[in-house]
């Protein structure tokens, strides 16, 4: 080949010291670039096709048009925001404001929120109403972050444990396979007071998993905090071939009230450390750092440093750690780590764990998954509780394996209330339908999948339109009378999740309710004046 190297010469070698810039240097090799390739078409013209050189030559340009069309089509990578909070509230109401825990005044916005909470109040009173209406916790999240364009994708409640898995709207329909479950383990497991909830999700076909703990309590018990971990992570179960365990996703979250604490220094040194913000000097004492040195499966999560101060324990409404009677060393209790799975090893075996290792492996390979802390943190402001929340903020670098959602559907014509109105869809890739499927009308900045004014089934309602588009109709019995700015989103009850979104499109006032005056407003109005007409 010193035939070739010759005659091609070294590319990109071009150097000035006047160029100043990158920009400037690029320029300057790419003009180098094409003179190089001017000179080879005519040494080219010049060349024998019989020689030996001449095939030399024809092999190094298809080698390199390989190359060039290899990086042309490399799949994009994209990056997400995510931000995510544990906080154990110790039963306490919410308070007015958590603009500061979810960093609403930051000029990065989160694509998607993850809220773990412990020890939301569960009274049975409350409890049985939790069932029925949204917790106040999940009321208040879901108000903040609904006219931010965040959509509440999934929740799980297991008495005090609560997670909320909120995501910008434009991702909702590339968020599928959504499942949730729970396992306790307080008092020998029958007693969800302890344990762990999780959501799982596929992401643009990334496999992810969030679990929510709430761990053992006391200094003595940190073995006991392991088996627990332990047996969340054996024992919950999805139903998905690809990932039917916790461990099997690509990307695993577990934080929460882990409750692992700082032991054999005494209260003044931790105490000192803390007030003088060496907090490096209580790390090789904390109870999770050195489990994880003997522990294979905790080796395989990673944690940011833990350059905050200890989140427990707080005598209510200060931040002074506990001055009771008990004295209780502060800890690092709430936490946030994370795991992405180990690559596949390459196996010569052909056996059908196996082949699923090599199409695991091939798939992380093409669609690459990588995880950046951008901030791990407290929140020192909110004294509600004896914990302060954590904050964990991460960039999901990744290669979408899912780009096109499941349907296209849109309004047809103009809607309003006076007449039924029609809704075209179309599905763009093939899918698992089902009779339960429906499409439902959302005012602009509803708060989750529940949130709709109306809606209708699929199948029963359906007529066909040609061998694609498909048409639905919605009655104007359920259209709202005073319009407004709305969507239309399909549902798929297999998967669980919105697969199909439409833009946002006018719904007209009603000209018939303006005509006789029955807007709601007013029908009430006069409801009162002949209630009270009639005593």
């Known amino acids: 080949m010193d035939e070739i190297s010759g005659l091609l010469g070294t590319m990109g070698r071009v150097r000035s010291d006047t160029l100043s810039s990158d920009a400037t240097q690029s320029t300057a090799s790419k003009l180098a670039l094409r003179h190089r390739l001017n000179q080879l078409m005519t040494c080219v013209d010049d060349?024998?096709?019989?020689?030996?050189?001449?095939?030399?030559?024809?092999?190094?340009?298809?080698?390199?048009?390989?190359?060039?069309?290899?990086?042309?089509?490399?799949?994009?990578?994209?990056?997400?925001?995510?931000?995510?909070?544990?906080?154990?509230?110790?039963?306490?109401?919410?308070?007015?404001?958590?603009?500061?825990?979810?960093?609403?005044?930051?000029?990065?916005?989160?694509?998607?929120?993850?809220?773990?909470?412990?020890?939301?109040?569960?009274?049975?009173?409350?409890?049985?109403?939790?069932?029925?209406?949204?917790?106040?916790?999940?009321?208040?999240?879901?108000?903040?972050?609904?006219?931010?364009?965040?959509?509440?994708?999934?929740?799980?409640?297991?008495?005090?444990?609560?997670l909320l898995f909120f995501s910008k709207l434009g991702h909702v329909p590339f968020i599928r396979d959504i499942q949730a479950t729970y396992t306790r383990t307080g008092i020998f497991g029958y007693w969800g007071n302890k344990g762990g909830v999780s959501v799982r999700l596929s992401f643009y076909g990334h496999m992810l998993c969030f679990l929510n703990c709430h761990l053992a309590a006391h200094m003595k018990y940190a073995n006991e905090r392991m088996d627990e971990f332990e047996h969340i992570m054996d024992t919950q179960t999805f139903d998905c071939k690809k990932a039917p365990r916790i461990i099997d996703h690509r990307l695993v979250f577990w934080f929460g009230d882990l409750n692992f604490r700082i032991q054999d220094h005494g209260m003044h040194f931790v105490r000192s450390c803390i007030n003088n913000q060496t907090y490096n000097l209580l790390w090789s004492h904390d109870q999770l750092i050195m489990l994880k040195k003997k522990e294979q499966l905790l080796q395989e999560f990673e944690e940011g440093p833990l350059d905050f101060q200890p989140t427990y324990k707080f005598d209510l409404n200060s931040d002074t750690y506990d001055s009771s009677g008990k004295k209780r060393k502060p800890a690092w209790t709430d936490r946030i780590l994370w795991r992405v799975r180990p690559k596949s090893q390459p196996n010569d075996e052909q056996d059908e764990n196996d082949v699923k290792e090599k199409k695991q492996l091939k798939e992380e390979e093409e669609y690459p998954l990588k995880v950046r802390q951008d901030l791990y943190t407290s929140n020192m402001e909110f004294r509600i509780s004896d914990h302060k929340p954590v904050i964990g903020i991460f960039t999901l670098e990744l290669t979408k394996i899912h780009q096109t959602p499941l349907v296209s559907l849109h309004a047809e014509g103009d809607w309003s209330a006076d007449i039924d109105s029609i809704v075209l869809y179309n599905p763009l890739q093939p899918f698992p339908s089902s009779t339960w499927d429906w499409i439902g009308l959302y005012k602009v900045g509803f708060s989750s999948v529940s949130d709709y004014i109306t809606y209708t089934w699929v199948k029963d309602d359906e007529v066909a339109f040609n061998n694609e588009m498909m048409q639905v109709f919605m009655g104007k019995e359920e259209i709202p009378v005073r319009g407004g700015e709305c969507v239309l989103c399909y549902y798929s009850s297999n998967l669980r999740c919105i697969i199909g979104i439409s833009e946002p499109f006018k719904v007209q006032e009603s000209k018939v309710a303006v005509a006789e005056g029955l807007f709601p407003e007013r029908i009430n109005g006069l409801d009162r004046i002949a209630r009270s007409e009639d005593f």
Not at 64 to 91: E, G, I, Y
Not at 98 to 113: E, F, G
């Open 47 to 162: 060349l024998d096709p019989k020689t030996e050189l001449h095939q030399k030559m024809v092999k190094t340009l298809d080698s390199a048009f390989l190359s060039c069309a290899k990086r042309a089509n490399k799949p994009k990578k994209d990056n997400f925001r995510l931000h995510m909070v544990t906080w154990n509230v110790a039963t306490a109401d919410p308070p007015d404001d958590v603009a500061s825990l979810l960093h609403l005044n930051s000029p990065k916005t989160p694509d998607l929120y993850v809220i773990g909470l412990q020890e939301v109040y569960s009274g049975p009173v409350r409890f049985v109403s939790d069932m029925i209406f949204d917790d106040p916790w999940s009321q208040l999240f879901i108000s903040t972050l609904a006219p931010l364009n965040y959509i509440k994708v999934s929740s799980i409640r297991m008495q005090g444990l609560l």
